[in-house]
């Protein structure tokens, strides 16, 4: 069965929405961490499809969140950030792999993917806590957040993605 | 011209990130409250019934330990009664403060890990919820209403960084400002108690009843640690929160029936 059929897309899109909105979100780890996994869908997406389609079906995705977990659009605002850059960030971390059309990121080596996925986390959070708290004097709190969560959201990232990913042929 | 049309086309991803970007910003920054509003009113309708069709399954489990609790609190009224009917026959009853009210309700979305943290009520402006109104369980302060929709409100939580709300040391009259740094969600933080007052560990903080939002005498929680400020004049007092924010149940929307008046007042003074 070829797990790469479009139609798997939006479900697996879906799923991530539900997940994150009925149960990470509910989470209160240590009392203060509720794991972002939602952002696996900047590792899951085709790398080689229309880019401007992408953009809008992240911040499509992103509003939808928002939503749910009454954040105004700043998930919106982060997954579109995330989104434009994803290239970037992806040229860096698999370097002229990439160029390919051929490439597909559930081909690269463990090593390269689990870093591409600590990296999105880092760079998310970073950017989600920085505009939710929107003062440079709550750097420190950003900070923390960042790492405490990001740590958290990797955690539980790593067995999501072997669920949602294709399975290699 | 067809210039233009190239550097669109060529331009497009580019101007497309923007766009969103700037969409977004205008939904979470704006000060324009016709967009906010009508953006606002539209997500709690969309987002209102799907969390309500969950968290009436989740309610369907925590029927039995409900139950338990309304016995234990019912009790507790049926002694507050006889007590206040003892009091009554000696004094004048029209002198009682009927000015508040409280319309039930319940949370069908709460968060407490974010900087800035909102509860979704399952009440409106159809159950006579307006914006401004203080939120309580009975175990203490929860919130503000912040925007108010047709069947479903949003609760600018005590876990806000703009939250500031007015309380005092029980059994004195120093007034302070309850607010919250963003750290540990059953903590939050009294300033503005200067260095004379008695205060010790243990002791209780409730509402201070200086605004129209919340009555006199609603449980806040306890002192847990102090420390003076830089300029060593006002405390920063660490409260530890009678109520788990992580598990609210069932909650109270008060109105006070004198706001208006006391909003006028209020506005005839200042001119």
Known sequence: MNRELPIYLPIKVVLLILIQAFVFSKMALFGFISPMIYLLILYIYPTHKNRSLWITWAFLFGLSLDILLDTLALHAIVLVFMAYIRPKMMRIMFGLNFEQKSFRIQQAPVAQRYSFIAAIIILHHLVYFSLEAFSWSKWLLVLEKTFSTGIVSFIFSLPLITLLSPRRK | ?271
């Open chain 2, 1 to 271: 011209m067809q210039r233009i049309i190239d550097f669109f086309l060529g331009n497009r991803l580019r101007l497309l990130f923007w766009c969103y970007l700037l969409i977004g910003i205008a939904l979470t920054a704006s000060e324009n409250i016709y967009l906010k509003s009508s953006y606002l009113n539209t997500s709690s309708r969309l987002s209102g019934g799907i969390h309500l069709f969950f968290s009436g399954i989740g309610d369907y489990f925590s029927l039995a330990s409900e139950n338990k609790f309304l016995t234990t609190q019912n009790k507790v009224l049926m002694e507050r009664l006889v007590a206040f009917e003892k009091y009554e026959l000696n004094h004048d009853s029209t002198l009682m403060n009927k000015n508040f009210e409280f319309i039930n309700g319940r949370i069908i979305k709460n968060s407490f890990t974010g900087i800035d943290n909102y509860l979704t009520l399952s009440l409106g402006e159809q159950d006579s919820v307006f914006t401004d109104m203080g939120v309580v369980n009975e175990k203490g302060l929860l919130g503000i209403i912040e925007f108010s929709g047709n069947s479903f409100s949003t609760v600018q939580s005590i876990l806000h960084s703009k939250s500031k709300i007015n309380v005092k040391v029980k059994g004195t009259d120093y007034f302070g400002s309850l607010v919250w740094n963003g750290k540990k969600p059953n903590n939050v933080q009294l300033i503005d108690i200067p260095d004379l007052a008695p205060i010790k560990k243990g002791d209780t903080i409730i509402s201070g009843g200086m605004s129209s939002i919340f009555p006199e005498n609603i449980p806040v929680g306890t002192i847990e640690d102090f420390k003076l400020t830089a300029a060593k004049n006002y405390y920063i007092i660490e409260v530890r929160l009678f109520n788990d924010m992580q598990n609210i149940g069932p909650v109270y929307v008060i109105k006070n029936h004198l706001k208006q008046e006391i909003k006028a007042v209020e506005k005839n003074t200042d001119e």
